[in-house]
C-alpha cells in the first residue's frame, strides 16, 4: 500500500459540515489494535483538526465513507445511521452466475470473539437486497443494499446466497486467477501465479444523506483500479 496518499485527492463531496471520500483499499477506517499503520482519520484530522467518521468500512472494502468536520454534523449523520436513513450502495464481484431481482435475504447476524462474524438465529436482525447487474462466465457483478449495519452483513448474506465474494476466504469465497479463464496463459518459470485482486471484491458505491440543512446528497465512488480492472478483465472473457 503506497504510504504518500493525499487526503485532499480522497475527497468527493464537501461542504462546511462533510467530507465524503473515496477509501482506498488496504487502509483501515479508524486506529488498529496494533502498530501506527496510517488510516483514514488520522489522515482526515491533519486535514481538519475536529474531524470524526460516522461510520466505517472494512479496511479491504473500498469506497463511498462519510467524515463529519464539527461534533454537530457527526450527531446529525449519526442519528441518520442509527435510524437507517442513510441509504448505501454496494458493489460486490461474487463467485457463480446468479439472477438476484431485488432479492431480500433477512438473516441475523452475531460477531465471534475474533473478529469475525456468523449467521445466527439469536444474532441482531440483518436484511440486505440483492441486485444482478451483470453477469460473467463464471462470476456475477451483484447490487447490494443493506437496510442494517451489521459487522461482515453483505458478505455473510453473500455467502448465505451460494455467491460469495471473490477474494472473501474468511466467508466461502475463493481468490480468483485469470489462468481459470484465458487458456494460453503462461508463467514465468519459477513464478507463483499472484491472486488477480487482493482483497475481497466489494466497493461503497454510492452514499445518500441529509445535510444539516435538510438537504439531501448523493455521492458515488468510482472504481479503485483493482476492482475496475478485475470487471472489465471478467467482461473480456465473457
Avoid at 440483518?126 to 453483505?154: D, N, S
Avoid at 460469495?164 to 474468511?170: H, M, S
Wanted: glycine share 6%; with cysteine; hydrophobic share 35%.
Amino acid at each position: 500500500m503506497k504510504k504518500n496518499i493525499d487526503f485532499k485527492d480522497l475527497i468527493l463531496f464537501e461542504d462546511d459540515d462533510f467530507v465524503v471520500i473515496n477509501k482506498p483499499p488496504f487502509l483501515a477506517t479508524l486506529d488498529e489494535r496494533v502498530g501506527g499503520a496510517p488510516n483514514i482519520l488520522r489522515m482526515a484530522r491533519e486535514y481538519s483538526d475536529d474531524m470524526q467518521a460516522c461510520h466505517r468500512l472494512d479496511k479491504e472494502t473500498s469506497g463511498a465513507l462519510a467524515l463529519a468536520k464539527n461534533p454537530e454534523a457527526y450527531r446529525h449523520l449519526s442519528m441518520q445511521f442509527e435510524n437507517r436513513e442513510v441509504k448505501k450502495l454496494y458493489h460486490a464481484v461474487a463467485w457463480g452466475v446468479h439472477q438476484f431481482d431485488n432479492k431480500l435475504v433477512d438473516r441475523s447476524i452475531e460477531t465471534t470473539t475474533k473478529g469475525k462474524a456468523r449467521l445466527a438465529y439469536k444474532g441482531k436482525p440483518a436484511e440486505t437486497y440483492f441486485t444482478t447487474l451483470e453477469q460473467f462466465t463464471r462470476h456475477t457483478l451483484v447490487q447490494c443494499v443493506p437496510i442494517t449495519g451489521r459487522m461482515h452483513q453483505i458478505r455473510l448474506h453473500l455467502m448465505y446466497l451460494q455467491a460469495p465474494i471473490v477474494g472473501d476466504v474468511v466467508y466461502g469465497g475463493e481468490d480468483f486467477y485469470l489462468s481459470t479463464l484465458k487458456k494460453k496463459f503462461n508463467m514465468k518459470e519459477g513464478e507463483e501465479e499472484q491472486p488477480f485482486i487482493k482483497r475481497f471484491a466489494l466497493h461503497a458505491a454510492k452514499l445518500t444523506f441529509t445535510r444539516l440543512g435538510g438537504e439531501e446528497v448523493t455521492v458515488e465512488a468510482p472504481y479503485p483500479k483493482d476492482f475496475r480492472v478485475l470487471v472489465d478483465t471478467l467482461r473480456q472473457y465473457s
